[in-house]
Nanobody, 115 residues
Framework: QVQLVESGGDLVQPGESLRLSCVAS????????MGWYRQAPGQQRELVAT???????NYADSVKGRFAISRSGAEKTVWLQMDNLSPVDTAVFYCTAQILSRNYWGQGTQVTVSS
């Protein structure tokens, strides 16, 4: 059973940065794609950023230029660097990993941006 463990969520002020981490229980190159989604209160879960096995990245328009996804096979970790955060980024952030048509999810980490 694949396990994904997120960390790094926190309460920050507008304009500050955070880096989220997602540690997988197995070799991350076993997955077709890994990424981050987020869910704000009362909203549907939405894609933030993904990286596929070949290293191709994809970002939601709302985070382009502010967020960056990266990974390390040796550490079995995917990161999400988030800069210039704003209150609209407040959400629970979830790590996801896909093998063929099956998706695995972490438990989520809370990011709150408030002055």
């Amino acid at each position: 059973q694949v396990q994904l463990v997120e960390s790094g969520g926190d309460l920050v002020q507008p304009g500050e940065s955070l880096r989220l981490s997602c540690v997988a229980s197995e070799n991350i190159f076993n997955f077709n794609r890994m990424g981050w989604y987020r869910q704000a209160p009362g909203q549907q879960r939405e894609l933030v950023a993904t990286i596929n096995v070949g290293g191709v990245t994809n970002y939601a328009d709302s985070v382009k230029g502010r967020f960056a996804i990266s990974r390390s096979g040796a550490e079995k970790t995917v990161w999400l660097q988030m800069d210039n955060l704003s209150p609209v980024d407040t959400a629970v952030f979830y790590c996801t990993a896909q093998i063929l048509s099956r998706n695995y999810w972490g438990q989520g980490t809370q990011v709150t941006v408030s002055s």
